[in-house]
């Protein structure tokens, strides 16, 4: 049986980020403008860890309970 902890990425691409999220790469890239989804850079490359995509789903969460 497999650790399924072990078998996750540390962080995503922005295409495995818009995968996942099922939303447009303007969303993603406007997201990380605004700095409401924050990202890591290795080297000249851009990701986001899934801390951070889960983060910015739970804010969004909160946005429209508050609305």
């Known amino acids: ?3 399924q902890a072990h078998d ?3 962080v995503w691409t922005i295409d495995e ?3 996942r999220a099922r939303t447009s790469r303007a969303t993603i890239y406007r997201e990380i403008k605004a700095g409401r989804l924050r990202t890591v850079r290795i080297g ?3 990701y986001v ?3 951070a995509a889960k983060a910015w789903i739970d804010s ?3 946005d429209m309970e508050a609305a």
């Open 1 to 3: 049986m497999k650790d």
């Open 8 to 10: 996750q990425p540390l």
């Open 17 to 19: 980020t818009i995968e």
């Open 44 to 46: 000249r490359r851009r």
């Open 49 to 51: 860890t899934p801390e």
């Open 60 to 62: 969004l969460a909160e």
